[in-house]
């Protein structure tokens, strides 16, 4: 492990791919510690790296060991991400603290993308949004990953936000925030388990070329310092069922609210019921989620670093 001089750890193969100019994707570990459930989440986690790889790029799954910010985790500490029984989950205002208290923890779309901007990274790969919450009106409860990507130049692959949150909203904030988002090719902003989330994208991108493209036109711009979300819908025959979709959001809502759930336990419970309610339909659809977002995200770093 080398240290760069923000002090982000890189890993090895991290470390040379940036230095001779190898594509590489950030990927988070959030979704491996408290999105997924154990045994399989560090069976997927090392499935998305390897996906990563199949497509041409080297993997950095970022997160703090000890209080350090590591990018490249190896297998060792993606282990103990994965199965820590106290791995706190850090948004970017959590992370100094972290540090200095020296904990183990897992980075969410927010503090992945700052780390990964900062060491350099320009593609991260992820399965869904943070987002506006549905009862955001009188909770405040909006994710710290927008405002964080309204800061943070990277392209972050993505299925869209699942409809545990205000899909609507989100996206309003994504605009008013200054996030581009643009669907891969489809207009339909996805809704994660779901293709359609019922609203739709301003732009359309087919390639991973494009994606690159305008990768480098913000670059050679230097106008707009935010984020580009590249919305990556499932195949048809690939999604939820939509009723199935439907009764179990509104089952994980009525338990949020029962059991006075709130703050950032509120997504991590509902994701635990879908898997729980679907009897692991919404795990497998989850996975090759990511999956998928890994792939494309290899393919729009090869291309970048081709052009
Ligand atoms: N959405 C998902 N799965 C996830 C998350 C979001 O479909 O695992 C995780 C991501 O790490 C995201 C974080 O950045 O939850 C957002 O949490 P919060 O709402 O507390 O900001
Ligand atoms: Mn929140």
Same mark, same amino acid.
């Given at each position: 492990m080398i240290v760069t001089d923000v002090n982000i750890q890189l890993g090895a193969e991290v470390k040379a791919a940036l230095a001779t100019g190898q594509p590489v994707v950030a990927l988070e570990s959030t979704i491996v510690s408290h999105g997924l459930p154990r045994p399989d989440n560090l069976r997927v986690a090392r499935e998305i790296e390897q996906v990563v790889r199949d497509n041409g790029a080297v993997p950095a799954t970022i997160g703090m060991v000890g209080g350090r910010l590591v990018a490249g985790l190896d297998d060792e500490a993606l282990t103990r991400l994965a $199965? /820590?029984?106290? $791995?706190a989950k850090l948004s970017v205002r959590d992370l100094a603290v972290a540090a200095a208290l020296g904990v183990d923890g897992a980075t969410t779309v927010a503090s992945t993308s700052a780390i990964a901007a900062a060491a350099g990274i320009g593609v991260f790969a992820t399965g869904g949004l943070g987002g506006v919450h549905r009862e955001a009106a009188q909770?405040?409860?909006?994710?710290?990953d927008l405002t964080t990507l309204s800061q943070t130049p990277i392209v972050v692959v993505c299925a /869209?936000?699942?409809?545990?949150?205000d899909v609507g909203a989100t996206l309003e904030r994504l605009e008013t925030l200054g996030v581009a988002v643009a669907g891969y090719r489809t207009d339909r902003f996805p809704g994660f388990f779901i293709r359609d989330s019922g609203f739709g994208v301003d732009w359309r991108v087919d390639t991973p070329e494009q994606i690159a493209a305008a990768m480098r036109a913000q670059r050679d711009q230097g106008v707009h310092r935010g984020a580009l979300v590249v919305a990556n819908p499932l195949p048809q025959d690939e999604q939820l069922d939509q009723d199935l979709h439907d009764r179990t959001l509104a089952e994980g809502l009525a338990i949020v609210e029962r059991d006075g759930v709130t703050g950032k336990r509120v997504t991590p419970v509902l994701l635990s019921h879908f898997h729980a309610a679907t009897q692991g339909r919404s795990l497998a659809v989850n996975v090759r989620i990511i999956l998928r977002n890994a792939a494309l995200a290899a393919q729009i770093a090869v291309a970048a670093g081709s052009q």
């Open positions: $199965v /820590g029984e106290n $791995v909770t405040f409860d909006e994710s710290a /869209g936000v699942k409809s545990i949150l």
